[in-house]
């Protein structure tokens, strides 16, 4: 069994007063933007293709592994099990999304991946992960991932997958440094003195985004984050792309990653969002949950801040 942490989130704030927030930092940052408390649409249908309908229902996150696995040297025997992670925060049913690394043992290959899989006795998975396909070329494909574990790190959102209220943002014309999910992010650091945890999907619509796709494992040590960019690969990629994200607006001392996010889309692009590229014309829309625990599992005995941008 893995080593879990459970940690309840106290004076959580209500979906009210998360847009409140929100409301606040987009307008710091974007010319354009509308949030509202709303009933989430069928994430099921296209764009989202979500394993199912909502993001209601015992939400909750977990910050699985992490980077010491990746970074400074590869600890390629670190390998989950979605079903195995779910269990042990205590999701018997339900949804599990976010971004996190392949298990390189199944696809023969370092990558990004997006998880999207539900937890019962009739389990759907339609995660995908997106790969170089030739290093000297520079080439990447966005492809199905039909397995349901993943790799040295992950941040998940789990929850029962269930209709109901979340909060609905949209945003466009960037007009701030920061990118759509740190702009959020900063707000809540702004306006709660306690953690606050957030899970959910969101859409860059048009425009387009800086991502890396992680090529393969590096054979020497990286030891700072200028050792880490000049190992990954970064691409500019065109909407519309779907993204899953989670994001903690501070540490309640679980050596937690604040903001991650991956995307995947149906005209081959995919990888891990740093931000747009385009302000003047990017639009962003999103639907979110605010989670009422966190799960630390199998947290790395050593650790360090390199490469968690």
């Not at 387009?208 to 000049?230: A, I, W, Y």
């Not at 519309?240 to 994001?247: A, E, G, K």
């Not at 639907?287 to 390199?306: C, G, K, L, Q």
Request: proline share 6%; with cysteine; charged share 20%.
């Amino acid at each position: 069994m893995l080593s879990v942490v459970k940690h309840q989130l106290t004076n959580t704030p209500s979906l009210s007063e998360v847009c409140r927030s929100f409301r606040q930092s987009l307008a710091n940052n974007f010319a354009e933007s509308e949030v509202e408390v709303a009933e989430c649409p069928d994430l099921t249908q296209s764009p989202w293709c979500m394993s199912l309908p909502g993001l209601g229902g015992m939400p909750r996150i977990a910050d699985v592994g992490g980077v010491p696995n990746l970074i400074p040297l590869v600890k390629v025997d670190k390998q989950y099990s979605l079903d195995q992670v779910s269990q042990q925060c205590d999701m018997k049913e339900g949804m599990v999304i976010g971004p996190s690394a392949v298990a390189s043992k199944l696809v023969g290959k370092n990558a990004e991946l997006v998880n999207n899989v539900s937890v019962s006795q009739e389990p759907k998975t339609r995660s995908k992960y997106t790969v170089i396909t030739d290093e000297d070329k520079d080439t990447y494909e966005c492809r199905e991932y039909p397995h349901r574990d993943f790799g040295l790190l992950g941040n998940l959102y789990l929850s029962q997958g269930l209709p109901g209220n979340v909060i609905h943002v949209k945003a466009s014309k960037r007009t701030g440094a920061d990118n759509f999910i740190s702009c959020l992010n900063k707000g809540l650091a702004t306006d709660f003195p306690e953690p606050v945890a957030v899970g959910g999907v969101f859409l860059l619509t048009n425009g387009k985004s800086r991502q890396h796709v992680m090529p393969g494992f590096s054979c020497t040590p990286l030891l700072s984050d200028e050792d880490v960019e000049n190992w990954l690969h970064f691409y500019e990629m065109s909407g519309p792309l779907t993204h899953t994200s989670v994001f903690v607006s501070r540490d309640p001392g679980l050596d937690l990653r604040l903001e991650h996010s991956h995307c995947f889309s149906s005209h081959g692009d995919g990888g891990h969002y740093h931000g747009d590229t385009t302000p003047d014309t990017v639009c962003y829309e999103g639907y979110f949950n605010v989670a009422e625990w966190i799960y630390r599992v199998d947290a790395p005995t050593e650790s360090h801040m390199i490469g968690r941008d």
